[in-house]
């Protein structure tokens, strides 16, 4: 009678647990099931019409892509719909301060602020002044550490700290759904590593989920020791991902 007092113990202890290590399985490796529930609840896949920058891009001769390493989420490929894209980024409260910390305060921005500026002319972008209205945000601050629990040795792996980091959130606004990138870039970077980060980060808010195995591209999965400007494999990728069908922009289906 103890023994089965403890097990009911156990299992209510560990029930949560294994609830949320069932849903990550089922995001993973996605089922039939939850194919059909996503096709049921979210917008079906469509195509947006091409963006007049990416419309007129040409690249000739064809200098070669990497769409194959791109990924799409549960929603699709992760593209905007509409233009221009609002983008909002953090800035000195006093700019005009001479302290050491305001100066490189205005380094990071400027950095920033050319990335925006040389991804403009593929994609309209446009800066707000609230964090609320924006599409794309971009935070000076350290991206936090995750750290994970080795599952051969249990110990606690506390991986290198990162110097900047793009993550993506879903939400619906007048019955449609919609997407939100963060950026986050460390304050402790020199400005042309800033510049880097910026541009390689920014191509990630932009749509290009995924790394180039080419080191001359901005997308390259590591860091090189110069900055790489933007190539025509990161735009012809660009334009590839524009091209394809997103849930994201379109309306719920009428039975949600």
Do not use: C
């Amino acid at each position: 009678m103890q023994k089965r007092k403890k097990n009911k113990f156990y299992l209510k202890l560990f029930l949560p647990f294994l609830i949320i290590v069932f849903f990550i399985v089922l995001i993973i490796t996605p089922s039939s099931a939850l194919e059909k529930y996503l096709e049921k609840s979210l917008p079906p896949l469509q195509s947006h019409s091409l963006p007049t920058t990416l419309n007129q891009w040409e690249n000739e001769p064809y200098s070669g892509d990497y769409f194959d390493q791109i990924q799409p989420s549960v929603a699709g490929y992760l593209l905007w719909s509409e233009f221009p894209i609002k983008l909002y980024f953090d800035r000195p409260d006093n700019p005009d301060d001479t302290a050491a910390t305001t100066r490189r305060f205005n380094q990071w921005v400027n950095a920033v602020e050319t990335s925006i500026s040389e991804w403009n002319d593929y994609l309209p972008i446009t800066e707000v002044s609230q964090a609320e209205l924006a599409d794309i945000i971009i935070e000076r601050i350290d991206p936090p550490i995750d750290a994970q629990i080795d599952p051969e040795t249990g110990n606690l792996k506390i991986p290198r700290a990162k110097t900047a980091q793009t993550r993506y959130e879903f939400y619906i606004k007048d019955n449609k759904l919609f997407h939100k990138m963060i950026i986050q870039i460390s304050p402790r970077l020199g400005p042309l590593a800033t510049l880097s980060a910026a541009r390689h980060e920014l191509g990630h808010g932009l749509g290009i989920w995924g790394h180039s195995l080419q080191e001359n591209d901005v997308l390259y999965f590591s860091q090189v020791s110069s900055s790489i400007p933007i190539s025509s494999r990161d735009i012809n990728t660009l334009k590839k991902i524009y091209e394809q069908p997103t849930r994201l922009g379109w309306s719920l289906p009428i039975n949600n």
